[in-house]
């Protein structure tokens, strides 16, 4: 019996977040978890939380000095983009919210001055190359194909303050049952 066999299909939704299934063969979303800004008719839009860049913020944006915020790799689309997320109340105006107390782009300009001045602190924003784009339907296909599990509930402390080395884990053990226990899966089945 399929572990997975009698489990509903979930709908994603904006502010949800995307787990990859424990074996998902994709390098590119090998124990991601994937913010969901978009998704409609249009097709889906989002951010992996949990890859880090393996340059800095500075190696990409001349205009914020020696500012410590990390930099992530927001998924296979377009890495010449550079994106935002953050929960800075004096960028609002110029955002858009995703779910409560979290905020997508805005006034960069805005940004780059509270970075160079101290203004806003590195655990309140978060920066991404590129993005994960999937065209409509593909993602809904994925998901018959069991590759995502979706979070539902999602919080601001979840995008800003969890850590994201351990967000794959601390994610599904939120879930609880058979998703806890899938926390612990092995990334190679035959090391078992």
């Not at 424990?22 to 994937?34: G, I, K």
């Not at 800095?56 to 550079?82: I, K, W």
Request: glycine share 8%; aromatic share 12%; with cysteine.
């Amino acid at each position: 019996m399929d572990f997975f066999s009698s489990d509903k299909l979930i709908e994603p939704e904006r502010g949800d977040l995307l787990i990859s299934e424990p074996y998902l063969p994709d390098p590119n979303f090998e124990r991601t978890v994937v913010f969901l800004c978009e998704h409609d008719e249009n097709g889906t839009f989002g951010f992996v939380l949990n890859n880090q860049a393996n340059v800095g913020l500075t190696e990409v944006v001349d205009e914020v000095g020696n500012y410590p915020a990390r930099l992530f790799v927001g998924g296979p689309v377009e890495h010449d983009t550079l994106h935002f997320l953050h929960r800075e109340q004096q960028l609002v105006a110029s955002s858009r919210e995703v779910v409560e107390g979290v905020y997508w782009g805005g006034d960069f300009n805005k940004l780059t001055e509270m970075m160079n001045t101290r203004s806003i602190q590195p655990q309140d924003v978060r920066f991404f190359i590129g993005y994960s784009g999937w065209a409509p339907g593909q993602l809904m296909d994925e998901m018959r194909a069991k590759s995502w599990i979706v979070l539902k509930n999602t919080t601001a402390e979840m995008i800003f303050d969890w850590d994201n080395q351990d967000l794959w884990k601390a994610c599904l053990i939120t879930m609880g049952g058979k998703y806890r226990l899938m926390s612990n899966y092995p990334k190679d089945p035959r090391m078992n």
